[in-house]
């Protein structure tokens, strides 16, 4: 179907700001300028907010604990922002975290990992990885429930909440996990031979130029692209995985590396879900103040939370 209004909206105005091709921006600049929170909604409100710092293999990682009204205790949801390994932080995702904690009536931890190019791969993955352990493990410090423990991210988090499960399934101490929340998940290298690369290459917010430069910063070099630890699709083994749901765009360079890591999982047996939202553009769940199908995505994501923690 045709680009939905509301995203040709989004785009119009983000072409209004006359921002330098991501390509073209060193990361501070990219750090500094693309910010689309305003586009994520109004701020809704959680029975608390707790940020804290949790030893990692690089350092200190924060991490943001938002906890729903009620009792508990609450299965758990870790949570892995987007921005393409180089980009992104707690506050930008601030939001989704606190939608998603209400409707799917969670703890939502979401975590700051170490970033690329100061710190490349396997920092990021390594951090989640490491995160997850420490909130399964402790847990009855914010009423969580052990049990009851699913991961989740968006775009570079999708990666990153991918290979965690990979991870934690390879490496025999856990955590076990019930549930991967995939959202237009990074899943392998830049491929420009795939039909959405080459249809959406251009003109839809992430381009495949953002992605070679997103790479480029993440790796040490381009050998790191055939590890599963770094594009999930190269895993010769997807078998014995938490079962997922995965979220793409139909206008999104990622579309179609996303929906075949979902055809993997299935294929080796793993539950999933796999909804392409038409019309839609990159980061659109991270727009729902703007779009309605990123309002649609969320509640999706929340219905498949809510039946996983079941």
């Known amino acids: 179907m045709p680009l939905d209004p509301q995203a040709q909206a989004i785009l119009d105005m983000i072409a209004a700001m006359g921002w330098p091709p991501l390509a073209e921006m060193s990361v501070e600049q990219a750090r500094a300028l693309l910010d689309l929170n305003d586009l994520a909604g109004e701020l809704v409100a959680v029975a608390s907010v707790e940020d804290r710092k949790i030893p990692g293999p690089y350092g200190p990682i924060p991490i943001r604990i938002y906890t729903?009204?009620?009792?508990?205790?609450?299965?758990?949801?870790?949570?892995?922002?987007?921005?393409?390994?180089?980009?992104?932080?707690?506050?930008?995702?601030?939001?989704?975290?606190?939608?998603?904690?209400n409707s799917a009536n969670c703890v939502t931890v979401s975590v700051d990992y170490h970033l690329a190019p100061e710190y490349k791969f396997p920092a990021a993955a390594e951090d989640c990885y490491a995160a997850t352990k420490w909130v399964a493990e402790r847990t009855a410090s914010f009423n969580g429930d052990a049990t009851r423990i699913a991961i989740g991210g968006d775009s570079a988090g999708g990666n990153l909440a991918a290979v965690v499960a990979l991870m934690a399934r390879d490496r025999g101490g856990g955590p076990n996990l019930v549930y991967q929340l995939l959202i237009y998940p990074v899943t392998d290298y830049y491929q420009p031979g795939t039909p959405s690369y080459q249809e959406n290459a251009d003109g839809y917010f992430l381009t495949r130029d953002d992605m070679v430069w997103f790479w480029h910063h993440y790796l040490n070099d381009e050998a790191e692209s055939k590890i599963a630890y770094?594009?999930?699709?190269?895993?010769?083994?997807?078998?014995?995985?938490?079962?997922?749901?995965?979220?793409?765009?139909?206008?999104?360079?990622?579309?179609?590396?996303?929906?075949?890591?979902?055809?993997?999982l299935k294929k080796a047996g793993i539950p999933v879900n796999a909804i392409r939202y038409?019309?839609?553009?990159?980061?659109?769940?991270?727009?729902?103040?703007?779009?309605?199908?990123?309002?649609?995505?969320?509640?999706d994501a929340a219905k498949e939370l809510r039946l996983a923690f079941s």
């Open 230 to 264: 770094a594009a999930p699709l190269q895993a010769t083994d997807l078998s014995g995985l938490p079962p997922a749901l995965v979220i793409t765009a139909e206008f999104d360079p990622l579309r179609d590396e996303g929906e075949l890591y979902a055809a993997r």
């Open 68 to 101: 729903p009204q009620g009792q508990g205790p609450f299965p758990v949801l870790v949570y892995f922002h987007g921005g393409g390994w180089v980009i992104g932080n707690l506050e930008g995702h601030d939001n989704v975290c606190r939608a998603l904690t």
């Open 278 to 299: 038409p019309g839609m553009i990159h980061g659109f769940v991270s727009m729902s103040g703007a779009l309605d199908q990123g309002k649609l995505a969320m509640a």
